[in-house]
């Protein structure tokens, strides 16, 4: 492997906002790591893309996170996750540790719900992969998983349209389905899916535990970096943000997520 300093940034990836969600957990769990973090706007969002369209995308966003000499990838998007993990793992191979939002999530459901009705809503990628039924199954713990395709709102995020009555009814539109019907847990399968968090609770009034993947996939990150003599335990952090294409949307979403003065650099993946 390659020799890694504990200053060497965490490199975070998705096609958009979503993966802000994992980088604010990340910097609030690790506040001494440096982050690089890669939103390709231009090809948002991922869900409705091929496996190879994804694949190629990841491909492209790891080497430049490997030129900037991160010693791990984040792969802040379960749609890539699902699609591009095990390619990004022998592409990358000792250059750096890959970590996907799906594994760390998997690993807490098949611990804390044994012979429980979980659902689970996600971009349509992520749910026709089948890669939660198939992990969880393979953890055998009698969990019923009950997956529920919920594609507007990944855009519907993205265009800034939460905490508001359009997207109070096109969420109870989703979780009204009988799909979900009785179920203990909901997993919320895309890192868009955190900034709506407060709205689902406040359907389910308690009923059920919502679980988002932001925070145990920080964990997970934590526990690697430590177990591996790589965590960054002092100094002021530094922050960069790239993006395959330019929006000020995107620059004032980075800032607020970040609380401070952002700067996005373009880095398209295809000159």
Known sequence: MMIKEESAPIGVFDSGIGGLTVAQAIRQ?????????????????????SEAAIQAYS???????????CKVIVIACNSASSA???????????????????????????????????GL???KRTVQSGIYANKITEGNQNI??????????????????FNNQISHEIIAQYLEDPILKDIDALVLACTH????????????NGRVD?????????????????????????????????VSDYTEAFE??????????????RHPLWN
Do not use: C, W
């Open 59 to 69: 491909i492209k966003i790891a080497d430049v996170l490997l030129r900037k000499g």
């Open 210 to 242: 919502v679980l988002d993947s932001s925070i145990v996939v920080a964990e997970s990150l934590q526990n690697y970096l430590i177990e591996n003599d790589l965590l960054n335990r002092t100094g002021q952090p530094k922050h960069h943000f790239f």
């Open 144 to 161: 019923s998983l009950q997956s529920l395709a919920t594609p507007l709102l990944a855009p519907m995020i993205e265009e800034g349209f």
């Open 193 to 204: 899916y955190p900034l709506i968090k407060k709205e689902i609770n406040s359907f389910y």
């Open 84 to 118: 591009a993990y095990e390619l990004l793992k022998e592409y990358v191979r000792k250059d750096a540790y890959i970590l996907n939002v799906i594994d760390p999530m998997v690993a807490l459901i098949t611990h804390h719900y044994a012979g429980k009705n979980v």
């Open 29 to 49: 769990l690790l506040p001494h790591e440096n982050m690089i973090y890669f939103g390709d706007t231009a090809h948002l969002p991922y869900g409705d893309k």
């Open 252 to 265: 004032a979403s980075t800032g607020l997520f970040f609380q401070e003065k952002v700067t996005l650099e």
């Open 121 to 123: 809503i996600g971009t």
